[in-house]
């Protein structure tokens, strides 16, 4: 259950950053690679319980999932990762190795975990 | 309603620097750190005091850092062995994190050590998002948790370089065939590496020495 331990990082790293900005917040959108072990509902329930007390307290944690994307080491591939769909797991799992070639990669993207946006509710949008 | 952009800094960024000054910090000081994950009872702690002796045969010196939620088994089973050791409670927290490593890192003689083991929380899931700043990763998993352990956490296995298949001598006792173990993560891992170990009765540990380069020079690393 380190999904606690990553939104009390967020939420301690996100309150000051909203200080120069007034209003309520009502969302927070969550950028997670898809090669991160997090669950998005932990991570919901814990914003949830780790907000409570703060300026964070009524918003939501919305998430957007990144695909893993790899260069090959080898030849010119850069692209999305391959994946192994084995009806066992229920999901597609991103491979590190290149899709053309199978060469070792590197990772290009699906190991983010950032806020993207945060959403917020002033007095002048109210009235607008 | 109005949106403020962020310039997308990861939210783990601070442990991230913590992890890369531990990382510096160790290189400077020529100490290698090899962390070690895997569930409770998958063998960690015998694999580490084995890698222990052979290290400790070619005259090099280990520190260990042994955390565990709560008592000092494994810390005491370390000092056994004669080296620096440092006991760190995690109180019911799930992984160790960065901070915690660099204090450990603080009670560690790192002038006089040449290696140090990080043995993390018992627990195969949540340690994999919070790094260290090591060098080396190993994932040990033992054949008791069964041949489908691999396939139940595939993105953990597709996303780790070494891993151990401990405890092979109770293979037959629990009917699991590590060989399926192996081919799992060769499927999901094709750059991966796996070692077979029965660490308790020293079968594959020159294997997984020789796999960390822990015996092939005269200097260290």
Same mark, same amino acid.
């Given at each position: 259950?380190? *999904?606690?331990?990553?939104?009390?990082?967020? =939420?301690e790293?996100?309150?000051?950053?909203? /200080?120069e900005? !007034? %209003?309520?917040?009502?969302?927070?959108?969550?950028?997670?690679?898809?090669?991160?072990?997090?669950?998005?509902?932990?991570?919901?329930?814990?914003?949830?319980?780790?907000?409570?007390g703060?300026?964070?307290?009524?918003?939501?944690? *919305?998430?957007?999932?990144?695909?893993a994307? =790899?260069?090959?080491?080898?030849c010119?591939? /850069?692209?999305? !990762? %391959?994946t192994?769909?084995?009806d066992?797991f229920?999901?597609?799992?991103?491979?590190?190795?290149?899709?053309?070639?199978?060469?070792?990669?590197?990772?290009?993207?699906?190991?983010?975990?950032?806020?993207?946006?945060?959403?917020?509710?002033?007095?002048?949008?109210?009235g607008? | 309603?109005?949106?403020?952009?962020?310039?997308?800094?990861?939210?783990?960024?601070?442990?991230?620097?913590?992890?890369?000054?531990?990382?510096?910090?160790?290189?400077?000081?020529?100490?290698?750190?090899?962390?070690?994950?895997?569930?409770?009872?998958?063998?960690?702690?015998?694999?580490?005091?084995?890698?222990?002796?052979?290290?400790?045969?070619?005259?090099l010196?280990?520190g260990t850092?042994?955390?565990d939620?709560?008592?000092?088994?494994?810390?005491?089973?370390?000092?056994a062995?004669?080296?620096?050791?440092?006991?760190?409670?995690?109180?019911?927290?799930?992984?160790?994190?960065?901070?915690?490593?660099?204090?450990?890192?603080?009670?560690?003689?790192?002038?006089?050590?040449?290696?140090?083991?990080?043995?993390?929380?018992?627990?195969?899931?949540?340690?994999?998002?919070?790094?260290?700043?090591?060098?080396?990763?190993?994932?040990?998993?033992?054949?008791?948790?069964g041949?489908?352990?691999?396939?139940?956490?595939?993105?953990?296995?597709?996303?780790?370089?070494?891993?151990?298949?401990?405890?092979?001598?109770l293979?037959?006792?629990?009917?699991?065939?590590?060989q399926?173990?192996?081919?799992?993560?060769?499927?999901?891992?094709p750059?991966?590496?796996?070692?077979?170990?029965?660490?308790?009765?020293?079968?594959?540990i020159?294997?997984?020495?020789?796999?960390?380069?822990?015996?092939?020079?005269?200097?260290?690393?």
């Amino acid at each position: 259950m380190h *999904e606690y331990s990553v939104v009390a990082e967020l =939420v301690e790293a996100l309150l000051p950053q909203l /200080e120069e900005h !007034a %209003g309520e917040v009502t969302a927070v959108f969550l950028k997670k690679g898809d090669l991160r072990i997090l669950s998005e509902r932990a991570l919901k329930n814990a914003f949830e319980i780790v907000a409570q007390g703060t300026r964070l307290e009524r918003a939501t944690l *919305e998430i957007e999932s990144i695909p893993a994307r =790899v260069a090959c080491q080898s030849c010119s591939y /850069e692209g999305p !990762a %391959g994946t192994l769909d084995d009806d066992g797991f229920h999901f597609a799992v991103p491979i590190l190795a290149c899709p053309e070639c199978g060469s070792r990669v590197e990772i290009r993207a699906g190991r983010e975990l950032s806020v993207d946006r945060v959403s917020l509710q002033t007095a002048v949008d109210e009235g607008a | 309603m109005h949106d403020v952009r962020f310039s997308g800094e990861e939210i783990l960024a601070r442990q991230l620097k913590l992890a890369d000054t531990n990382y510096r910090r160790l290189k400077e000081k020529n100490v290698r750190a090899i962390s070690v994950l895997g569930a409770i009872g998958s063998g960690k702690t015998t694999l580490i005091e084995r890698l222990i002796a052979r290290v400790s045969a070619r005259g090099l010196s280990t520190g260990t850092i042994a955390a565990d939620s709560a008592g000092d088994d494994d810390h005491t089973r370390f000092l056994a062995c004669n080296v620096a050791s440092v006991n760190v409670n995690t109180q019911d927290e799930c992984h160790l994190d960065a901070a915690t490593v660099a204090r450990a890192l603080d009670d560690l003689p790192l002038d006089t050590l040449d290696l140090v083991f990080i043995e993390n929380v018992g627990n195969l899931i949540c340690p994999a998002d919070f790094p260290l700043g090591t060098n080396t990763e190993i994932v040990i998993i033992s054949v008791t948790e069964g041949d489908d352990m691999v396939r139940k956490h595939p993105k953990i296995f597709a996303q780790t370089d070494l891993v151990v298949v401990n405890k092979i001598d109770l293979a037959g006792a629990v009917g699991v065939d590590p060989q399926r173990i192996v081919s799992d993560y060769a499927r999901l891992n094709p750059h991966g590496t796996a070692v077979l170990t029965d660490a308790l009765h020293e079968r594959g540990i020159d294997e997984l020495a020789r796999t960390l380069e822990l015996e092939c020079t005269n200097t260290p690393w």
